[in-house]
DNA sequence: TGCAGTGTTGCTTC
DNA sequence: CGAAGCAACACTGC
């Protein structure tokens, strides 16, 4: 689930409690001696590469931490930057950890608030120590997030971050930017322009439904052929939603938890995701939620005040 | 009980 | 070349 608004509260998070910390020790259980993809090669997956990860990082301090598109960057005072990508059901936790070596497994402190021991919050993957004793713990059920190690210098330029589109909260991405942006694909479905990374950045399938509901369109429109009043919505839409996915301190109708191991509220807001067969809550429409599947991925909508502009 | 569905992404196939 | 499908993996819920 973590999309903008999800990885927004975890690195706002994080860069209230990591910079000026040193790391001390790097754990994970996913670094296999041959990887099943060549594009994992480069990641926490390969024991060869953790191996050099762990050297590479052992003593050094937090700066700050940043969020590019989905992406969390760790940079750290030897020049290099932990990138991590929570894809599905990643999370990360901040707090005192223990390991037991009988079961190979990280636990929370018994202490530790009861938050962290949220059944959700088990599958640790990766654990980061810190020079004051607390830990940094990866999280991810499906196993299917990215940490790999960086440049500071170039980051922006490897193959995990170069032409990531532009970020959409960003203060100075007007109206004109942003249909600039939606053009790169002209003849897309709306939905699958708002969710392409090299399209625009951070929005994924919760928030992408919301905001397209709120517009008022159809998530198979195609961007040629809606309206510019309806653009313009949708553009507001876009940021309306997204702040307020922040402000609920982003969507845990699934695995997502801030970094405390607590659910973020934005699930109790949804106006169409995950609400198939319920009526559609717009004031006067009659109409009933549905389910379909647009590029892949399944969409929600009302499909009487949605209008298809095709 | 078993199987469809689940936020993401990028490779493979057609 | 673009679009579609699927693989990475494991769990939940119907």
């Not at 980051?155 to 532009?166: F, K, N, Q, S």
């Not at 694909?185 to 929005?203: C, E, F, R, S, V």
């Not at 982003?250 to 997502?256: A, F, I, K, P, R």
Request: hydrophobic letters at 35%; one cysteine or more.
């Amino acid at each position: 689930m973590p999309e903008l608004p999800e990885v927004t509260t975890t690195v706002n998070g994080l860069q209230r409690v990591l910079p000026s910390l040193r790391i001390s020790d790097v754990w994970t259980d996913l670094a296999k001696k041959t990887v099943s993809r060549s594009d994992f090669e480069h990641t926490i997956k390969s024991e060869k590469f953790f191996k050099n990860f762990k050297k590479s990082i052992i003593g050094a301090k937090v700066i700050n931490v940043e969020r590019r598109a989905k992406n969390i960057l760790i940079n750290l005072n030897n020049g290099q930057t932990i990138l991590i990508h929570l894809k599905m059901t990643g999370h990360l936790i901040y707090g005192d950890y223990v390991y037991n070596k009988k079961s190979n497994i990280w636990l929370p402190h018994p202490n530790e608030r009861k938050s962290l021991h949220d059944p959700y919050n088990r599958f640790v993957h990766v654990v980061f120590a810190f020079n004051n004793k607390r830990h940094l713990a990866f999280c991810d059920s499906r196993k299917f997030g990215k940490v790999t190690l960086l440049d500071t210098k170039s980051a922006h330029d490897t193959v995990h971050l170069r032409g990531v589109g532009p970020e959409p909260l960003d203060k100075n991405f007007n109206f004109t930017d942003f249909i600039k942006a939606l053009n790169n694909k002209p003849n897309w479905p709306i939905k699958q322009i708002l969710m392409d990374q090299y399209t625009i950045a951070g929005i994924g399938n919760i928030y992408s439904d919301e905001m397209l509901w709120i517009a008022s369109i159809h998530p198979e429109s195609r961007i040629s052929k809606i309206p510019n009043l309806y653009l313009k919505n949708l553009y507001r839409a876009m940021q309306e939603v997204l702040n307020k996915g922040i402000d609920f301190g982003g969507d845990s109708m699934s695995d997502y938890r801030d970094i405390n191991g607590e659910r973020g509220k934005f699930q109790n807001h949804h106006n169409v995701y995950q609400k198939k067969g319920e009526g559609c809550g717009k004031r006067g429409c009659k109409g009933v939620i549905i389910r379909s599947i647009i590029g892949g991925r399944s969409a929600h909508y009302c499909p009487t005040h949605q209008k298809l502009f095709n």
